[in-house]
């Protein structure tokens, strides 16, 4: 709602970052998006859910997103 100059900054993502963007729901737990990530980017399930905690506490900072009860 705010204009671009109005913002204090700005995320960007890679390929991944954006999968995790688009699965962030609020119906599917992280370890369901790992999941998802490690099939879809052949990719060992531990690392993707350390992928995924990492950039959800960071956009968790931003106030981008907020925990689902």
């Known amino acids: 709602r705010r204009k671009l100059s109005d913002m204090d900054r700005?995320?960007?993502?890679?390929e991944t970052g954006e999968a995790?963007?688009?699965?962030?729901?609020?119906?599917r737990t992280l370890e369901h998006i790992a999941l998802e990530l490690a099939a879809r980017?052949?990719?060992e399930p531990e690392h993707a859910r350390a992928d995924v905690e990492e950039l959800v506490g960071l956009l968790h900072e931003?106030?981008?997103?907020?925990p689902v009860q």
Not at 10 to 14: C, Q
Not at 62 to 66: Q, R
């Open 62 to 66: 931003a106030s981008l997103v907020e």
């Open 20 to 27: 995790v963007w688009e699965l962030l729901d609020g119906r």
């Open 41 to 43: 980017f052949d990719v």
């Open 10 to 14: 700005i995320f960007t993502v890679n």
